[in-house]
Every structure is written in C-alpha cells, then in structure tokens.
C-alpha cells in the first residue's frame, strides 16, 4: 500500500450489513429523554475506576472498559438468566455477575481519598423489588459490604461503610419514594471526604445526607458485583446500560456532563440533518432510536479504551476481530479509535461469513461514523476494505480527496472493482 492510501482519521463506528438499508440516517420526531447517546469523550474521565457499557452482544464476560490500570472484568454465573444486545444487558432471572479477581484497585483509590462516585443507567424491572435488590455491591454477603447501590421498592438506597457505620453500611441515604421508575435511569451516589452524600437522578439531586468517619473498615478481598449479593440473595431483574465508579467526588457539573453524554455510542443517537445549499451534513442530538441489526455481519464501535485488538460487536458470529499492526500509530479512547501515522489494522484470515452472505444475498450495506484528518489523502486512502492488495478486492470503502470513493467487484468489473 503506498503511502497515498493511507487513511488518517478518528473513528468511531465502522459496520457492514448484508442486505440494503433504507436510510442509514434517521431524523425522527422524538422529544428529548433519557435515552441519550454520544461519545464516550463527551463524559468525565478523571478518576475513573470502572467502567461497564455491555457493548458486548454475546458472551459470559463483562468487560471494563476504564482503560484504568488492570481491567476488572465481571463475569455471569448464569448465562440463561440475562439478555444481551450491544449496548444493554437485561437481567430476566437470578443472577450474579461479580469479578474472579479482588477489586483492589477501588479499595485504594477509595482509601486513598476518601470519596466515591457510583453511577449506573439502568431500567429496572418493577418497582416492588427489595432487599435492597443489589444494583451494584462490593460486599461479602447481605450483612457485611463496603458500598452497595440498590432498590428498595420505589426509591434507591445506598450504603456507604466507615468506622461511624454498622458493618452493612447503615445508615444508608435513600431517595425519594416515586423516584424510582420502569424507566431508563440515570442514578448518581456521590460521598465527599468530609463525609457529605447526595443522590442524583436524571442530572438532579434528589437526596443529601451525612455520612461521616473514615474507611477503615474495608476490607479488599470483598467482591465487586451486579445483579444480586455476592451469596445470590438479593437479585436485581432489570437492564443495564452503564456502570462506572469513581475514586472521587464527582460535583454538579461532572454529574449534568455524564447525564447529557448518555449511554450507548453514537450509533444509537437522533440525527438532524443540517444540509446547506452548498454543503451537507448532519448534527447528534440526545435522543433517538436504536440501530437496524437485521442482516448486521460486522460492528466495530471501538469500545475499547486500549489494547491491540479491534472487537467485532456484531454478534453474528467468530473471526470478526482485527489487529492493530502497531499500537504506537493510533490513539485509543472508549468510543473511538484515532489513526495518527501509518498503521494497518486487520483481520488474521479472511472473514469467510462475511463473503458467504454476500453471496447468498447479492446485496451489500457499508457504514462508517469516521472524522477524516484531511481533504488531501487520495488512492483512495482506505477508510474500510476487504482485499487482496491495492489491484484486488472484494469491495472498499476510501478517501480520494474531497470526495468519498467505493468500489465493489462484481462480474461486470475489473478485479480492483
């Protein structure tokens, strides 16, 4: 590949279909709510622990996705008890999802401050679950824990413990009764050093309190978990979106930044179109409706805030994965990948799904979310491409300029389509 074609660029979602879309772009009329989506650039990234997007489709593994120090990935005890799709997993029966390895790297940034921040999207299920039914719990069992976030009827409650509270982390600060809905939710805990809390729901704060002492009483060999209480007894039946935890006070603004962003990626936003008479183009809003997945064979939406694999979220089956050649060439945030210098990334073998339902259909779907580096990079530079080398291909998706450039092979055209 000659340096011509090389393609510099952030992207953010790369997705191939097998069959044809009727509009990849959709500018529905839907007022604003809390099913939001954007970037994961657009939240607070300082201090962050964890972070849980379920961006997998398949899988017993929930992976954090932080991109801070080792990942404290989650695994499902019972795979038949959840659903997943890319961007939610939905708990439908008793569950727990916990990590195998201790959540050290929470115990110290928390001792080491003083401060949390809990936050979650999730839809529960009803409203007459108690326990409290376990959200999120880094606890031994139902009576000793150092924080659980949880329901309680039609509030939440957490509970915070120090060496001013019982073992179970009592008193616990409680939202309102109605605060809590069958609805998707944005839920923040936040404890300041000086031992204030709050609660926010949808970006406002519906609860303060007090609760003071030290965190001493922790113990790190507690386990992290979602859905229930590490002993099983107090599962949560809903879906979730997010989870994230951080190792510091998040305030208002921190809190209203992470509600706008939302969750899911930017697949999942509204769009607006914005053409002018010279120029077109398109604006993300809050809110808008999910991605077609009929026919989907590959989705690339670089959840992954490092490594050296690019992860096919497509569900649709093996061999979907792509390799950085080398790492030092991009830059990696969750949500997005930004090639910087010259950097193949590919798969290890071809994706013979991929060809064989293209067959069988006759029919092909590419879409891409990208932010070219410049209108200079020609060959075309390959933005996506399924080939041989530069002269021989299947199909490719490229950059010529100041123009976008795709070529399919068929039996009426040359082999480089």
């Known amino acids: 590949m000659k340096d011509s074609s090389i393609f510099l660029t952030p992207c953010l979602l790369f997705a ?12 529905q009329s839907k007022p604003a709510s809390s099913d939001r989506a954007s970037t994961a650039s657009s939240r607070t990234q300082d201090g962050l622990l964890v972070l849980y997007d379920f961006a997998d489709a398949d899988g017993d593994w929930v992976r954090d996705r932080s991109g801070s120090g080792q990942p404290l990935d989650l695994k499902i005890t019972k795979r038949d008890q959840v659903k997943r799709a890319a961007g939610s997993l939905t708990v439908t029966g008793n569950t727990v999802i916990r990590c195998e390895q201790p959540a050290t790297k929470i115990f110290r940034a928390v001792k080491q401050s003083g401060e949390i921040t809990i936050e979650v999207w999730v839809r529960p299920d009803r409203t007459d679950q108690s326990g409290p039914a376990r959200i999120v719990t880094f606890s031994q069992n139902t009576n000793v824990r150092n924080f659980t976030l949880g329901q309680d009827g039609d509030h939440y409650d957490v509970r915070f413990r120090t060496n001013k509270t019982d073992s179970n982390g009592i008193p616990s600060l409680a939202s309102p009764g109605g605060t809590l809905k069958t609805e998707l939710t944005h839920v923040v805990y936040v404890r300041k050093k000086n031992g204030d809390t709050q609660l926010s729901v949808n970006g406002k704060r519906v609860a303060r309190g007090k609760t003071t002492g030290n965190v001493s009483p922790w113990n790190d ?3 992290l978990a979602l859905a229930n209480e590490v002993t099983g007894e107090r599962p949560f039946l809903g879906s979730y979106h997010l989870v994230a935890i951080y190792g510091r006070a998040l305030d208002d603004a921190a809190i209203g930044k992470n509600f706008d962003a939302g969750v899911g990626s930017i697949s999942a936003a509204k769009v607006t179109k914005t053409d002018t008479p010279t120029t077109p183009g398109v604006s993300l809003s809050a809110s808008g409706g999910e991605r077609v997945t009929n026919g989907l064979q590959l989705l690339f939406d670089f959840a992954d805030a490092s490594g050296n694999l690019v992860r096919d979220r497509s569900g649709a089956g093996q061999g979907g994965d792509l ?9 990696r945030m969750p949500g997005s990948l930004e090639i910087r210098t010259k950097a193949v990334i590919r798969s290890d073998k071809a994706p013979q799904r991929v060809v064989d339902a293209i067959k069988r259909s006759g029919e092909l779907s590419m879409e891409a979310w990208i932010r070219p580096a410049n209108l200079k990079q020609a060959g075309p530079a390959r933005i996506f491409t399924l080939s041989k080398d530069s002269i021989n291909r299947n199909f490719t998706l490229g950059q010529d300029g100041d123009k976008f450039e795709v070529r399919l092979r068929a039996a009426s055209t040359s082999a480089n389509g």
Do not use: E, N
């Not at 009727?22 to 500018?27: E, F, M, N, P, R």
């Not at 390799?323 to 830059?331: A, C, G, H, L, V």
């Open 16 to 27: 191939v279909t097998v069959g044809l879309l009727s509009s990849s772009l959709s500018a």
């Open 221 to 223: 060999g507690f386990s």
């Open 323 to 331: 390799k950085i050649s080398d790492p030092k060439s991009i830059r």
